[in-house]
């Protein structure tokens, strides 16, 4: 048994939006989205929009 979950099971930390206000998904069209904290996630293919926390913090340890 692994802790992965399914493909289509959204993670924990998402929230499932689907709205026809939201802009389509530029990867596939779609209007079904994960929203994460500072991102959003398609639920269809997968697609990314935005940057997520860790890649934020990370971009402010860089900084001085």
Same mark, same amino acid.
């Given at each position: 048994?692994?802790?992965?979950?399914?493909? *289509?099971?959204?993670?924990?930390?998402?929230?499932?939006?689907? *709205?026809?206000?939201?802009?389509?998904?530029?990867?596939?069209?779609?209007?079904?989205?994960?929203?994460?904290?500072?991102?959003?996630?398609?639920?269809a293919?997968?697609?990314?929009?935005?940057?997520?926390?860790?890649?934020?913090?990370?971009q402010?340890?860089?900084?001085?």
């Amino acid at each position: 048994m692994t802790d992965d979950p399914s493909p *289509s099971a959204p993670t924990p930390h998402l929230i499932v939006v689907d *709205s026809a206000e939201l802009r389509p998904c530029s990867q596939c069209g779609a209007r079904q989205w994960l929203a994460g904290l500072t991102y959003l996630v398609c639920a269809a293919c997968g697609y990314r929009d935005g940057p997520t926390p860790q890649e934020i913090l990370g971009q402010r340890e860089g900084t001085p």
